[in-house]
Each structure stands twice: as C-alpha cells, then as structure tokens.
C-alpha cells in the first residue's frame, strides 16, 4: 500500500480525501437532524450510504495493511493523518482523566519513587473558569430557545467547553510529576509529558517565577502563571508539541505543590548517581 520512500497509494490518498469531505459532511448532517431541520430522505439516504462505504473500505484496507506485516499503530497512522490522530488522542486523554479523577486514580504512579502534584494553585482560576461556562451555557440556552437549530449548536458547544475546562484540569490533577528510578517524568495537562534522564541534568534549582518569555530550546511549563523549579540539561530532550512537532529543549522550568520536595528528591538522585562507585574494572588482562 506504501511506494517507495513511504508514498502513499493512490487507493490510501483517495480513502483520506473522502474522508476529509464525508465526515464533516456527516457531522453537519447530524447537527442538522438534531436541530429539526427536515432534510429530503434521499439526501440522508445517500450521506449514510457513503459512510458506510467509506468506514468497509478503510476496514479493508487496514486488514491489508495488517497482513503485510504493520503493526496496529502503522496500519491506522497510514489510513488517519498523524494531526488527526494526536487530535484524537488528546481528547480520548482528557476523557480519561476525568474518569480517573471522579475514581482517584492517578496515571503513571505505579512504581515511581516518588510523586509531586502540581495542580492545587491552579484550582481557583479552574473552577471559575468552568463556572462562567456553565452560566453562559444557562443564559444562551435560554436566549435561543426559538431558534431549534442554533440552540441545539450552541449548546452542544457550551456543554463541551465545560467538559473540557474541567477535564484539563482533572489531566492535571491526575497526572503528576514523578522520580522514577533515574527518569524525572514532568507533564502540564494531557499534552505534554516530558522525560528527563538525570544523567543529563547539570543543575536543578528552587526559582519563583512568574514571568517567562519565549526562547529557543527552553520549555515552561507555568501553573497558575508561575513556576517554582528550574532544570538545566547537558543534552536536549524532545519535548514534542501537541500536533508532533519536535522541540528539543535544555532548559525547563516547571511548578510543584511542594517544590522543595521536589528539589531535594531530585538533587539526592544526582548526588547518589554522581558518587557511585565505578564498577570495578576487573583482573588485568594477561598477555
């Protein structure tokens, strides 16, 4: 299904084409359905007609790609643009975290030695945030009760904005920074989640900021307009963007509930790392 240098066939660039054309087409479809407006049956009749054809080809497709040996990732990333796909799963990640946090569950603690929450300051503004949604949501759902179709829009939008508030928030609360073994794991909401090896840390430092500008390879990652630990790096790290574009950064500045903590756990790995003995170099070799 893929030429040479990773061209796309044209069976593959058709499939996308439709795609970009029929889903939209059925969203609209469906708000419009939603929203009383009549639509000739024909015209439904044909839109379901192609989506189904368009969901048994892609089906195909992807059992041919799986046969030729593309692992599930692959398969899907040759049939959904890789934008889309990380679209996707930023939103399948903030509805994960705020089933994990109605559960209490956070992700990524298992086996970590240590766990540094860094939502708290950032709570107020949240939860007022997503309360002048929800009041926005009461007064345009009121204001447009005679208008079916804009009110039914309009209101899945509002619900979806609240949701979201709320679910960036629950990504952040559930997702805390962690020391696992020698990896210092930092992560800001559902989209970013950075891994530092401590080998490659030259400094860390306790620093109150709130002010930060933007620069080449440096990577701030502000809660409630504030950081409170800086780390500089030997050697950069990707620090990807939500849509994949590389990043690579040797400097970043991040925040902790309890920042101090946070240093000291992180400077006694270094110092212990630093001072381990180095394994010895054995019998000498004879000749």
Same mark, same amino acid.
């Given at each position: 299904?893929?030429?040479?240098?990773?061209?796309? +066939?044209? #069976? =593959?660039?058709?499939?996308? &084409? $439709?795609?970009? /054309?029929? *889903?939209?087409?059925?969203?609209?479809? %469906?708000?419009?359905?939603?929203?009383?407006?009549?639509?000739?049956?024909?015209?439904?009749?044909?839109?379901?007609?192609?989506?189904?054809?368009?969901?048994?080809?892609?089906?195909?497709?992807?059992?041919?790609?799986?046969?030729?040996?593309?692992?599930?990732?692959?398969?899907?990333?040759?049939?959904?643009?890789?934008?889309?796909?990380?679209?996707?799963?930023?939103?399948?990640?903030?509805?994960?975290?705020?089933?994990?946090?109605?559960?209490?569950?956070?992700?990524?603690?298992?086996?970590?030695?240590?766990?540094?929450?860094?939502?708290?300051?950032?709570?107020?503004?949240?939860?007022?945030?997503?309360?002048?949604?929800?009041?926005?949501?009461?007064?345009? +759902?009121? #204001? =447009?009760?005679?208008?079916? &179709? $804009?009110?039914? /829009?309009? *209101?899945?939008?509002?619900?979806?904005? %609240?949701?979201?508030?709320?679910?960036?928030?629950?990504?952040?609360?559930?997702?805390?920074?962690?020391?696992?073994?020698?990896?210092?794991?930092?992560?800001?909401?559902?989209?970013?989640?950075?891994?530092?090896?401590?080998?490659?840390?030259?400094?860390?430092?306790?620093?109150?900021?709130?002010?930060?500008?933007?620069?080449?390879?440096?990577?701030?990652?502000?809660?409630?307009?504030?950081?409170?630990?800086?780390?500089?790096?030997?050697?950069?790290?990707?620090?990807?963007?939500?849509?994949?574009?590389?990043?690579?950064?040797?400097?970043?500045?991040?925040?902790?509930?309890?920042?101090?903590?946070?240093?000291?756990?992180?400077?006694?790995?270094?110092?212990?790392?630093?001072?381990?003995?180095?394994?010895?170099?054995?019998?000498?070799?004879?000749?």
């Amino acid at each position: 299904m893929t030429g040479s240098g990773g061209t796309r +066939s044209p #069976l =593959l660039r058709l499939l996308r &084409l $439709v795609a970009r /054309v029929a *889903l939209p087409a059925e969203f609209v479809l %469906v708000v419009l359905l939603f929203g009383g407006v009549r639509i000739p049956g024909p015209v439904v009749a044909v839109a379901e007609v192609l989506v189904v054809a368009l969901l048994l080809a892609e089906g195909l497709v992807y059992l041919r790609l799986r046969r030729r040996g593309l692992s599930r990732r692959e398969a899907v990333a040759e049939l959904v643009p890789e934008a889309v796909l990380r679209l996707l799963g930023h939103e399948l990640r903030i509805t994960e975290s705020l089933l994990r946090w109605v559960a209490r569950r956070p992700h990524g603690v298992g086996g970590a030695d240590a766990v540094f929450p860094h939502a708290r300051d950032q709570g107020a503004l949240m939860y007022g945030f997503a309360f002048v949604c929800l009041v926005e949501t009461v007064g345009m +759902s009121y #204001l =447009l009760a005679d208008w079916p &179709l $804009v009110h039914t /829009v309009v *209101l899945v939008l509002d619900v979806y904005t %609240v949701l979201f508030v709320l679910g960036l928030h629950a990504a952040s609360v559930t997702r805390p920074h962690t020391l696992t073994g020698g990896v210092l794991r930092l992560r800001q909401a559902a989209h970013v989640d950075v891994r530092v090896p401590l080998d490659r840390v030259a400094t860390v430092r306790r620093e109150l900021l709130f002010t930060h500008g933007k620069a080449e390879g440096e990577l701030n990652l502000a809660v409630g307009s504030q950081t409170s630990v800086t780390v500089e790096l030997t050697e950069a790290v990707d620090a990807p963007r939500l849509l994949g574009a590389p990043r690579p950064v040797r400097l970043i500045r991040f925040h902790a509930d309890d920042p101090r903590a946070l240093y000291r756990a992180v400077d006694a790995a270094l110092t212990r790392g630093r001072t381990a003995p180095s394994p010895s170099p054995g019998p000498p070799r004879r000749v």
